[in-house]
């Protein structure tokens, strides 16, 4: 799978929004964008993917360069809750033994007051 | 989360025992992974597995560690003869049964050995 790079900790105040980058520059055309994050001591969280289209659900918003060589998670009003460690995975597709998900180090966002 | 069931949720272990971390997959999942995270680290793939099939133990350690997902009941993660070092936090995720599918994890197992 392709590796990720993210910054390590990002800040957000509460109520604004929270913009997540991620490069991935060796992305190839079989693999998806995910974006996971964990809360201190609970297990990782799904929040989205995307292959080349930007991509909204109740969580958040995913939009992938047209290169899809970097991806932004957006988090459109942020709150406390929203503090946790935020992981952009790639992830190759079709083949059984790719399917499991590589964690990098991501980004630890703080929410503030 | 909601879904995949991890138990115990915390459990503590003499060195030289035995830890047994079982894992029921959400409803209709026949995929089932684990992941260890040490204290202040990432999260480290450690095997894949299908019913009654191991699909990638690549992250798995050599020694004392084994899985298996039998055709009834849940997944095990199989730690003999502990060590102070395999203290950590246990996941399990599962998916619906092709690549193409999400992923979900449970809670975590936190194994502690004194």
């Known amino acids: 799978d392709a590796k990720t790079t993210q910054p390590p900790s990002m800040d957000c105040a509460e109520g604004r929004a929270a913009n997540l980058p991620c490069n991935h520059s060796?992305?190839?055309?079989?693999?998806?964008v995910y974006w996971y994050r964990q809360i201190h001591s609970q297990g990782p969280q799904y929040i989205i993917h995307g292959l080349k289209n930007n991509e909204t659900n109740e969580m958040a918003s995913l939009i992938i360069t047209e290169d899809r060589k970097s991806s932004t998670l957006i988090l459109p009003h942020a709150t406390l809750r929203d503090t946790a460690v935020y992981y952009c995975?790639?992830?190759?597709?079709?083949?059984?033994?790719?399917?499991?998900?590589?964690f990098g180090t991501g980004t630890r966002l703080q929410v503030t007051l | 989360n909601a879904g995949v069931m991890q138990n115990p949720r915390h459990l503590v272990r003499r060195r030289g025992q035995e830890a047994r971390l079982r894992c029921s997959p959400m409803k209709g999942h026949s995929h089932v992974y684990w992941y260890r995270q040490l204290p202040e680290e990432g999260l480290k793939f450690m095997v894949y597995l299908q019913k009654e099939n191991i699909i990638d133990e690549s992250g798995m350690p050599k020694e004392r560690f084994s899985a298996e997902f039998p055709k009834e009941g849940p997944s095990i993660l199989r730690i003999q003869q502990v060590v102070r070092g395999d203290s950590a936090a246990y996941f399990c995720?599962?998916?619906?049964?092709?690549?193409?599918?999400?992923?979900?994890f449970g809670e975590g197992s936190w194994l502690t050995v004194v």
């Open positions: 995720a599962s998916s619906p049964g092709t690549d193409r599918d999400t992923i979900y």
């Open positions: 995975i790639v992830r190759g597709l079709n083949t059984g033994t790719a399917s499991k998900l590589t």
């Open positions: 060796t992305i190839s055309g079989n693999e998806y």
